[in-house]
């Protein structure tokens, strides 16, 4: 009298698997793993020995982290000085650009070593040497004054509402050092424009 026909039977859906698309693909743990958990990263060392190998390995876990992030540009991991998205911007917007300032430890050494070497038997390449240091010196504050003006203008389009204070000397200090020791790495070729 209630038994179900053969077909009823067979027009049935199958049910959907469980869990929803787009889920965290794992089981909620349940509060005694939950609170073991918590438990496990709050346990204080019972000894110096232990508290000191505890900070070594915390302190070594973030330095790899930091310079995995010099290497990849990743903020999360990167150094105060270097984080968010005003001084990202400065950094490509030096390393799109050939600079006078880049090239300038490299030159100056050049030069004061023919100056020191050369000195005793050519008298005049002191005047020769002073005029290159003299030349070397102009292109560099020329060179830093049109970075620190072209980066803030450029900065107040991007970021309107941000703070441009210490930016230029940032660039600079960037901008000294050669391209291939510049840390965090460049993430722009030259001459690409900026993001």
Not at 5 to 20: H, R
Not at 87 to 100: G, L, T
Not at 181 to 190: E, G
């Amino acid at each position: 009298m209630f038994r179900r026909t053969k077909s009823e039977t067979d027009t049935t859906v199958p049910a959907e698997p469980q869990g929803k698309p787009g889920g965290k693909g794992r089981p909620t743990p349940t509060r005694k793993e939950a609170e073991a958990a918590r438990k496990a990263a709050l346990r204080k060392p019972r000894n110096r020995k232990e508290a000191s190998a505890y900070r070594r390995e915390k302190v070594r876990t973030e330095r790899a982290k930091m310079q995995d992030a010099m290497r990849t540009g990743d903020d999360r991991y990167l150094p105060a000085a270097d984080k968010g998205p005003v001084r990202r911007f400065a950094r490509d917007y030096v390393d799109a650009r050939y600079s006078a300032m880049e090239f300038a430890l490299p030159v100056l050494l050049v030069v004061s070593l023919v100056g020191v070497v050369f000195s005793a038997q050519f008298p005049w390449l002191a005047g020769i040497v002073n005029l290159l240091f003299l030349v070397m010196i102009v292109l560099i504050a020329l060179d830093w004054f049109l970075l620190s003006a072209g980066l803030r203008k450029a900065v107040t389009v991007k970021f309107p509402k941000e703070s441009t204070k210490g930016l230029g000397f940032y660039a600079v200090r960037r901008t000294m050092q050669m391209r291939r020791w510049r840390l965090p790495k460049p993430m722009v070729k030259r001459g690409e424009k900026p993001s």
